[in-house]
């Protein structure tokens, strides 16, 4: 959706850690995880940085998680004359590519909104252009056997406490109905496949103008207007939210200290108290992490455990889809080289991040978004996208990132994963099959703010007196000198435990000098190929940031053998995408009857 200057939404990461509410914020962000999990099991070579791992492909396997699915929000403006095509959705050519080259099949997310729709009632052509604009997007992605998320958001003039889209609804009536008109048409009469999702980054100014009880009472008309539809037309339709801008936060910039202030909280507190469907909880998480959704909690639990257990006590269903719904590489700016000319660092943190989500139970994501923003009417700039439109003197130039490349490589993973962990904090791998083919997906990210994130990550884990010492050291900038090990760690005059977390930062921080510029070694030992395949490889690397070719880089032959090894060299910031697809023999040549026995 079209974004106004200078949101928070994305400044997730600590921007100014002199203060303490911005570090408490950046909790949100997780710490280098010692483990980043891949399909191999760690046999290391001799030197200490190569590794070595083994892929048998006689091993068992699980169906591949959904997760990994090339999901995508098609938000996005870039440049577009048509003032009926809807001014928070991505250009027509892009989503045509996008269903082109991958397809539909996945989870895909779209703004409707109210206020845009409601501007036009008086010019009911237009009008009628624009819903049709919306409902051929949801045809489209629904004829492909995918799934949208339908975000409701924008209280249309008249029906708010304010005239600005971002209000919350006073005229509650006419609100429902409202609602309940749009959902009946897409859901009951058309039996479109839709999620409807109750707003977006609510607990942000720059998109809701309400108290918390207001969002509240605005899901509650929407789940109200759900369940009478339900029940007249004997269908299931899936509401849910609130598609918070972090996972712990209110409207009261709640921090990860007190979870239970969280609007995800209060949202579940609220549909057990008033007996409210919640198909699905939702909320944002944008930051250079891979690792994020590890995060520790206050009570020593994972993020996802703890929703888990709200969800749980107040008698909901523990198996709730918890959802990322928007997500994306993020360094506190909105304009990044590494989401453009450098998008090869955006396209390694891709599968890093969607691995890790997976070990830490998240259900689905959808990345954000389709296309950058810009030319739109908020005069709003962000690279946020994965295509581009660069304005030019004499028109506009038009392309793909690399991270385009990357799901694609994520389109051509196959229903079944083989289960492997492999020891590195950088480099993971994602390995399926099908029936004729071998996909091994090989990803090197090195997360630039590893120690930042590693530190707010755990700064839950403190007691009051150890947050207060590591708050101290921060703004005397006496921790860049540890980091560095200007500084002995064994003379701080503070607990055991921040010691041995200080250690570990320092460790992080030479692994990251180490490797970002460094290429890493892989001895990859394929076992018990009965059959005879050919070999083709894929990659994203720093040669190419944008408009870069999909296509073999090598490829081979490999016969029949019980171990193959290859020699990889991930360089930082790379994706391999390797390929074993089964060669069939050719029948041989029927005989002549004709001419048998001339």
């Known amino acids: 959706m079209t974004k106004p200057k200078c949101q928070n939404k994305f400044k997730t990461q600590m921007t100014n850690i002199k203060t303490k509410v911005l570090l408490f914020g950046i909790c949100n962000l997780l710490f280098i995880c010692n483990l980043l999990f891949g399909i191999c099991q760690p046999s290391f070579a001799q030197s200490p940085d190569d590794l070595e791992v083994t892929v048998d492909i006689s091993s068992s396997t699980v169906p591949t998680p959904k997760i990994f699915k090339p999901n995508v929000d098609l938000s996005g403006r870039g440049f577009s004359k048509d003032s009926s095509w ?47 604009n919306y409902e051929n997007t949801i045809k489209s992605i629904n004829s492909s056997k995918g799934t949208i998320i339908l975000d409701i958001f924008g209280t249309p003039a008249g029906m708010g406490k304010i005239l600005d889209k971002r209000s919350s609804p006073v005229d509650l009536k006419a609100y429902k109905e409202l609602i309940k008109k749009n959902i009946k048409y ?105 690792t994020v959704e590890k995060e520790s909690t206050i009570y020593k639990k994972d993020l996802v455990s703890l929703i888990r257990e709200w969800l749980s006590y107040f008698n909901l269903d523990k198996a709730t889809p918890l959802i ?56 709003v700039t962000r690279n946020v996208g994965i295509f581009y439109t660069e304005v030019q003197r004499l028109g506009s130039k038009n392309g793909w990132k690399a991270t385009y490349n990357v799901f694609k ?143 073999d880089a090598q490829s081979k032959e490999i016969l029949p053998a019980d171990s193959v090894i290859e020699d990889l060299s991930l360089s930082p910031y790379s994706v391999n995408l390797i390929t074993l697809k089964k060669k069939v023999s050719p029948l041989p040549a029927k005989k002549d009857e004709s001419t048998a026995g001339r």
């Open 86 to 132: 809807p001014q928070t959705l991505s250009q027509k050519e892009n989503i045509d590519k996008w269903s082109s080259d991958l397809g539909f099949s996945g989870f895909y997310r779209m703004e409707y909104d109210l206020w845009e729709i409601a501007k036009l009632s008086k010019d009911s052509l237009a009008q009628n252009k624009l819903l049709s």
């Open 409 to 551: 490589m994520l389109n051509k993973l196959g229903p079944e994963m083989f289960k492997y962990k492999v020891n590195d904090d950088f480099v993971g791998i994602i390995a399926t099959r099908s029936s004729d083919e071998i996909t091994l997906l090989i990803y090197n990210y090195i997360d630039p703010d590893a120690v930042k994130n590693f530190l707010a990550s755990n700064i839950a884990n403190l007691d009051p007196r150890e947050r207060k010492f590591l708050l101290s050291i921060i703004e005397t900038n006496e921790l860049s000198k540890i980091i560095s090990r200007q500084e002995d760690v064994a003379n701080l005059h503070t607990s055991l435990t921040v010691k041995n977390l200080l250690k570990r930062a320092q460790e992080i921080n030479d692994k990251v000098k180490k490797f970002i510029d460094s290429p890493r070694n892989i001895k990859l030992n394929l076992k018990n190929l009965k059959d005879t395949y050919s070999f083709s490889k894929i990659l994203v690397d720093s040669s190419c940031g944008l408009n870069c070719k999909f296509e």
């Open 324 to 379: 990322i719904d928007e997500w994306n590489y993020d360094l506190d700016s909105n304009v990044l080289p590494e989401r453009h000319r450098k998008s090869f660092v955006t396209a390694s943190f891709i599968p890093a991040r969607l691995k890790n989500m997976y070990e830490a139970g998240i259900d689905n994501q959808i990345y954000f978004c389709l296309e950058d923003f810009q030319n739109n009417a908020e005069g």
């Open 186 to 290: 897409l859901s009951c009469e058309k039996k479109y496949d839709i999620w409807y999702e109750v707003w977006n980054a609510p607990d942000i100014g720059d998109f809701f103008l309400g108290r918390q009880q207001e969002y509240l009472n605005l899901y509650r008309l929407c789940a109200e207007s759900i369940k009478e539809l339900e029940a007249e037309f004997k269908i299931h339709i899936p509401i849910g939210g609130p598609s918070a801008s972090w996972w712990f936060k209110n409207l009261d910039s709640n921090t990860v200290l007190t979870p239970e202030k969280s609007l995800i909280y209060e949202l579940i507190k609220f549909c057990h108290l008033n007996h409210l469907p919640l198909d699905f909880i939702s909320w944002h998480g944008f930051s250079s992490s891979a």
